[in-house]
């Protein structure tokens, strides 16, 4: 079961990186950003994201200000790590 779902998350995920995410171009995230003022958001990165530098979280927040940031400082990229699972929790009952 692993193996098919491993097989089927990669070629989804190469299917995205070879479409550039159907972006419109680099950077339209952060450009686009400013959609969101005005809307609370919470933030959480791992700070050892190794896949997601803590540089992206920083730039999306200052695009972002109404977000609020959270760095889990024993996290990397995963949202099944402890740490990232307790904030998303956290957020996501905030929200409720």
């Known amino acids: 079961m692993r193996i098919l779902?491993?097989?089927a998350f990669a070629r989804i995920e190469c299917h995205y990186f070879v479409n550039r995410g159907f972006l419109e171009t680099d950077?339209?995230?952060l450009e686009a950003a400013g959609r969101?003022?005005?809307i609370p958001g919470v933030i959480v990165q791992g700070r050892y994201d190794v896949v997601c530098p803590l540089e992206s979280?920083?730039?999306l927040h200052r695009a972002w200000p109404e977000a609020e940031l959270?760095?889990?400082p024993d996290?990397?990229?995963?949202?099944?790590?402890p740490g990232?699972?307790?904030e998303l929790v956290t957020a996501t009952d905030r929200f409720r």
Request: hydrophobic residues 55%; glycine residues 12%.
């Open 84 to 86: 990232i699972v307790h």
């Open 36 to 38: 969101l003022r005005g």
């Open 70 to 72: 959270k760095i889990v």
């Open 57 to 59: 979280a920083w730039a």
């Open 5 to 7: 779902f491993a097989t």
């Open 27 to 29: 950077g339209w995230l």
């Open 75 to 81: 996290a990397g990229h995963s949202a099944s790590e």
